[in-house]
C-alpha cells in the first residue's frame, strides 16, 4: 500500500529565509505527487504536482519540489519565504484509478510557522 | 482547474442526528471524492462517487453512516448519519480535472454536540 511520510510536525522559519519542507513516500510504482496547502479555515489549494520528465517542478507562488528516486522524496523548497505562507503543507502520493482520476494518499502535514 | 463550493460551510449538531453536506462543481466531472479531516489531522479518504454507480468506500467506512448520492455530473451530497462527537470533522469534496489533478472544495466545517 502507498504511504507518505512528512517528518516534521511543525516548523519556524524567519521570513525572507529559505524553506525546505520533507516528504518521503512509499509505492511500487512510479508515482504521481502532489504538494498542497491549507490556510486557516481554507480548501485544500493545489501547490505543484510531478507525473514525470524533469523531476524539478515549478509552481505557485514561487513553490518549487525535487522529485528524487532513489531516496523517494520530493520535498518542497521556496527560496524566500513570505509571512503569507504561514499554513499547513500536505504531500500526497495518487496512483490512477480504472476509468479516470487518482486516489491520493496524503501525508500528516507540515505546519509552518513564519517569524517576522 | 474546478471551482467547487459546499453547502453548508460550517454547523454545529446534536448527537443522533444527520447532516446532508452538498457539493457542487462548476464543470462535469466523472469523479468527485468525499474526505474527512479530523482535528489536527491529515486527510482520510472516505468514498469515491462515480456519477450513475454506487460509491466505493474505503476501509473503515461504511454506507449506513455516510450515504452517497450522485445524481449528476456537477454535484454529490455526503449525509453523516446518526451523529456522535467522533464525527467532528471538516468534510471536504474534490474532484478530478485537467491531468489527474485533485481539486477541493473549501470543506464543511462539523461539530457534534
Known amino acids: 500500500a502507498q504511504s507518505v511520510t512528512q517528518p516534521d510536525i511543525h516548523i519556524t522559519v524567519s521570513e525572507g529565509a529559505s524553506l525546505e519542507l520533507r516528504c518521503n513516500y512509499s509505492?511500487?510504482?512510479?508515482?504521481?505527487l502532489f504538494w498542497y496547502v491549507q490556510s486557516p479555515g481554507q480548501g485544500l489549494q493545489l501547490l505543484l504536482k510531478?507525473?514525470?520528465?524533469?523531476?524539478l517542478v515549478q509552481g505557485i507562488k514561487g513553490f518549487e519540489a525535487e522529485f528524487k528516486r532513489s531516496q523517494s522524496s520530493f520535498n518542497l523548497r521556496k527560496p524566500s519565504v513570505h509571512w503569507s505562507d504561514a499554513a499547513e503543507y500536505f504531500c500526497?502520493?495518487?496512483?490512477?484509478?480504472?476509468?479516470?482520476?487518482?486516489?491520493?494518499?496524503f501525508g500528516t502535514g507540515t505546519q509552518l510557522k513564519v517569524e517576522l | 482547474s474546478a471551482v467547487i463550493s459546499q453547502k453548508p460551510s460550517r454547523d454545529i449538531c446534536q448527537r443522533g442526528t444527520s447532516l446532508t453536506i452538498q457539493c457542487q462543481v462548476d464543470s462535469q466531472v466523472t469523479m468527485m471524492f468525499w474526505y474527512r479531516q479530523q482535528p489536527g489531522q491529515s486527510l482520510t479518504l472516505i468514498a469515491t462517487?462515480?456519477?450513475?454507480?454506487?460509491?466505493?468506500?474505503e476501509s473503515g467506512f461504511v454506507i449506513d453512516k455516510f450515504p452517497i448520492s450522485r445524481p449528476n455530473l456537477t454535484f454529490s451530497t455526503l449525509t453523516v448519519s446518526n451523529m456522535s462527537p467522533e464525527d467532528s470533522s471538516i468534510y471536504l469534496c474534490?474532484?478530478?480535472?485537467?491531468?489527474?489533478?485533485?481539486?477541493f472544495g473549501p470543506g464543511t466545517r462539523l461539530t457534534v454536540t
Open positions: 500526497a502520493v495518487g496512483f490512477i484509478l480504472t476509468g479516470g482520476g487518482n486516489k491520493l494518499t
Open positions: 474534490s474532484v478530478v480535472a485537467g491531468a489527474y489533478e485533485q481539486y
Open positions: 462517487a462515480n456519477q450513475g454507480s454506487e460509491a466505493t468506500y
Open positions: 509505492y511500487g510504482a512510479t508515482p504521481y
Open positions: 510531478y507525473f514525470s520528465g524533469d523531476t
